[in-house]
């Protein structure tokens, strides 16, 4: 089974620190993706990314950025945490070609609170 | 008007009913249809995915596409508290577009 493997389950943050969430994937796939999801927003995109050094914004990249330098990992950086950036954040990965079609493989979440 | 229209719920059922969850899209070249199951403080899973237009079953979770319609619905049998989760459906389109269209999910809890 494909794991994606998000570092933290719940972190704490204090406003207008810089935040760092980490993914990994174990089995060699191109895509990686960055959601946040709200009670009655659903998931939001916020950047993804088809192979090493590549990004695309999402739906909502504002006040985030990603780094991928490596095949298997892909960061969200929160470049100055502001309070409405509390969420969950979900990172996925799915095959090149078959995105749509295959369906993503999912992270555990990490649960965001600034303060 | 979104993509993907998804009743959020709250749904509750008891134990054993038949639960019909449904979505509605507006984007005719969705060719790929997915449920999630999402269970509390844990990242969405892949429960099931159909291809165009028809029915897949898998054991008790029978999926349902009718494309004329723009409308999908997950059927649950005998459903079980384990099935307590927050149901999501996805879309995607041609091969080449990587990017899947949620629903905002919709909560279901079977009461014992």
């Known amino acids: 089974d494909v794991k994606v493997t998000q570092s933290s389950r719940y972190l704490v943050k204090r406003t207008g620190e810089k935040v760092f969430l980490e993914c990994v994937q174990d089995?060699?796939?191109?895509?990686m993706f960055w959601y946040r999801q709200d009670p009655g927003l659903g998931l939001r995109l916020i950047y993804f990314?088809?192979?090493?050094?590549?990004?695309e914004k999402g739906d909502i990249p504002e006040g985030y950025s990603v780094s991928r330098e490596k095949k298997e990992r892909f960061s969200l950086i929160l470049e100055s945490a502001s309070t409405n950036q509390t969420s969950m954040y979900l990172c996925a990965s799915s095959l090149y070609g078959q995105g749509a079609g295959g369906g993503y493989t999912f992270g555990s979440g990490t649960r965001l609170t600034v303060v | 008007q979104k993509e993907v229209e998804q009743d959020p719920g709250p749904l509750s059922v008891p134990e054993g009913a038949i639960v019909s969850l449904n979505c509605t899209y507006s984007n005719s070249a969705f060719q790929y249809f997915m449920w999630y199951r999402q269970y509390s403080r844990k990242g969405p899973e892949l429960l099931m995915y159909?291809?165009?237009?028809g029915n897949k079953e898998d054991g008790r979770f029978t999926a349902q596409v009718d494309k004329s319609s723009k409308y999908i619905s997950l059927f649950i049998r005998d459903s079980q508290p384990s099935d307590s989760a927050t149901y999501l459906c996805a879309m995607g389109s041609d091969f080449g577009n990587e990017k899947l269209t949620f629903g905002t999910g919709t909560r279901l809890t079977i009461i014992p």
């Open positions: 990314s088809y192979d090493v050094k590549m990004k």
């Open positions: 159909t291809y165009s237009s």
């Open positions: 089995m060699d796939h191109e895509n």
